[in-house]
Nanobody, 116 residues
Framework: QVQLVESGGGLVQAGGSLRLSCAASGTIFNVNTMGWYRQAPGKERELVASITSSGGSTNYADSVKGRFTISRDNAKNTVYLQMNSLKPEDTAVYYC?????????WGQGTQVTVSS
């Protein structure tokens, strides 16, 4: 079993920055693609960014390109999301996701609130 624990959410003013972290723990044989999703009230969960196991390939939602950066530290089984120039529309619960041990796992989510 793999557990994903997120941290770093909170309240920030528009234009500010936050850094989310997600650490995978448990019995880990492999961790492949990791990513961040978000879900705003009344909306479907959407992919924000993803990164392959080597870190060589990343993918971003159009709405965050140029503002958010995903990275990972494989030695720590941790993925990060640096969020800059935050906007009120970025307000959502952010979920970490990972393909590990041939299964897909989700974190419990962390709230990000951007005030105008």
């Amino acid at each position: 079993q793999v557990q994903l624990v997120e941290s770093g959410g909170g309240l920030v003013q528009a234009g500010g920055s936050l850094r989310l972290s997600c650490a995978a723990s448990g019995t880990i044989f492999n961790v492949n693609t990791m990513g961040w999703y978000r879900q705003a009230p009344g909306k479907e969960r959407e992919l924000v960014a993803s990164i392959t196991s080597s870190g060589g390939s990343t993918n971003y939602a159009d709405s965050v390109k140029g503002r958010f950066t995903i990275s990972r530290d494989n030695a720590k089984n941790t993925v990060y999301l640096q969020m800059n120039s935050l906007k009120p529309e970025d307000t959502a619960v952010y979920y970490c996701a990972a393909d590990a041990n041939w299964r897909h796992y989700w974190g419990q989510g962390t709230q990000v609130t951007v005030s105008s």
